[in-house]
């Protein structure tokens, strides 16, 4: 098998860095001789890892938009919301700036950050030649993004302990907000098993 | 003396200077990846600011967070109860997830940190044997280095903005005492996040023996 490493990269000089303590190695050792974490020139089998998380994150993410993320109760009457039909709510009721928020940081951003992650999945092990500067742009931006889909759950979690007030109204958690925070999670893990060092050992186009 | 190290976004070969001016931001000359940061006093600061957070989720953690009024109804709350709420209405997962996205991760790191930075800033006082002080420091930086992407203090403040825009309509809300501790405490929160990078921690650890 040859694998080629980009010009001037350590593992081009049979050198490995390790991602906890910089520490440069012998690219034949398996642990830092530093910090003992275990190194290798780049994550194994990182493109797959990544995909198998996206993929699950993927099936997570249907029962996060149809299933209610939050059942409001007003004098015995339960209405169930969506994350959709929230932001429809906000949208007719006019509150244009709300409805944004929502509809960024549960819809537009989990949906691009996915689509991100397959784009430099298929760039990566793709034969053609890549631009570098704007994938590794575009990959930092998708690991700097993640953690803010949280939002919308730490808002439900906010509204059911604020909201109680006896039986007048009473706000529960949906089964959504479990599988959203789940999507959260699993594309947070996606990004962080991507090697970005890939990227750079493919020609510059 | 200069390190030889390599960039963790692209793997290029660097040689990094001992000494990084003021306010200067170090990237790799070809993924522009910022390795590290100059700073005069990183160690002092990142030492004080992480001891005052610590102060400032304890306080925060005491008081009212949040209050609401409604028709006559009145409620208020304190942080933990977002976790409590949930937890009584048998939504365990995510009770968990928020307490310890919020509380316990940031407030373990913070103790984390400081069980390296005190040491290393009062040598003289730990005069610690050489065995345990070459691999102690080295497990605890694994563990901060997992543990900052999980840190969501930030995105809770700003769901908790969220949900009074969103409840602007029905309820009065008002602020208590905690939220505003919480707000210092994300803020100095950043700012240790910022100073103490994994360059710098390793440089004092290593400085250190």
């Not at chain 2, 009062?122 to 497990?139: E, G, N």
Request: aromatic share 12%; glycine share 4%.
């Amino acid at each position: 098998m040859t694998i080629k490493y980009s010009q001037g990269s350590a593992a081009a000089s049979d050198l490995s860095c390790c991602k906890i303590c910089a520490q440069l190695n012998d690219a034949a050792l398996v642990k830092c001789q530093y910090c003992g974490e275990n190194i290798s020139l780049r994550t194994p089998f990182s493109i797959q890892k990544t995909l198998a998380l996206l993929l699950a994150s993927m099936v997570f993410y249907v029962p996060a938009n149809l299933y209610p993320i939050m059942n409001t109760t007003v004098l015995g009457a339960q209405v169930e919301s969506t994350i959709l039909s929230g932001i429809l709510l906000f949208l007719d009721e006019g509150a244009y700036f709300v409805a944004a928020v929502i509809f960024i940081a549960s819809i537009v951003i989990p949906l691009s950050k996915m689509l991100a992650i397959i784009w430099l999945c298929i760039c990566v092990s793709s034969s053609k030649s890549i631009k570098h500067q704007e994938l590794t742009k575009l990959y930092a931006v998708t690991e700097f993004i993640g953690k803010w889909s949280m939002v919308d759950v730490f808002v439900v979690a906010i509204l059911v302990a604020l909201i109680q007030v006896g039986n007048l109204m009473v706000i529960s958690p949906g089964l959504a907000a479990i599988s959203f925070s789940i999507v959260v999670i699993l594309t947070m893990l996606s990004a962080q098993s991507f090697d970005s060092r890939l990227l750079w050992d493919k020609a510059e186009r | 003396m200069e390190k030889k190290t390599a960039c963790s976004g692209c793997d290029l070969l660097i040689e990094l200077p001992n000494k990084v001016p003021f306010s200067t931001k170090l990237c790799c000359p070809r993924c522009h990846h910022t390795l590290t940061r100059g700073h005069k006093n990183a160690l002092d600061y990142t030492l004080a600011i992480s001891i005052s957070c610590l102060f400032l989720l304890v306080f925060s953690l005491s008081f009212n967070f949040l209050s609401f009024e409604s028709n006559g109804q009145f409620r208020e709350i304190m942080l933990f109860e977002t976790t409590l709420e949930l937890y009584q209405k048998k939504f365990y997962f995510l009770a968990l997830l928020v307490c310890l996205l919020t509380i316990v991760f940031p407030a373990s790191y913070l103790l984390l940190l400081l069980t390296i930075l005190v040491p290393v800033k009062f040598q003289t006082l730990f005069s610690r044997s050489q065995t345990t002080a070459a691999k102690h420091p080295i497990y605890i930086m694994r563990m901060l280095n997992r543990l900052a992407p999980w840190i969501m203090v930030d995105v809770f403040l700003i769901g908790v903005l969220v949900a009074l825009i969103k409840m602007w309509s029905l309820a009065t809300l008002s602020f208590g005492i905690s939220f505003w501790s919480y707000v210092i405490f994300v803020l100095m929160f950043s700012y240790v996040l910022y100073c103490a990078d994994q360059q710098k921690l390793f440089h004092w650890v290593r400085n250190d023996h």
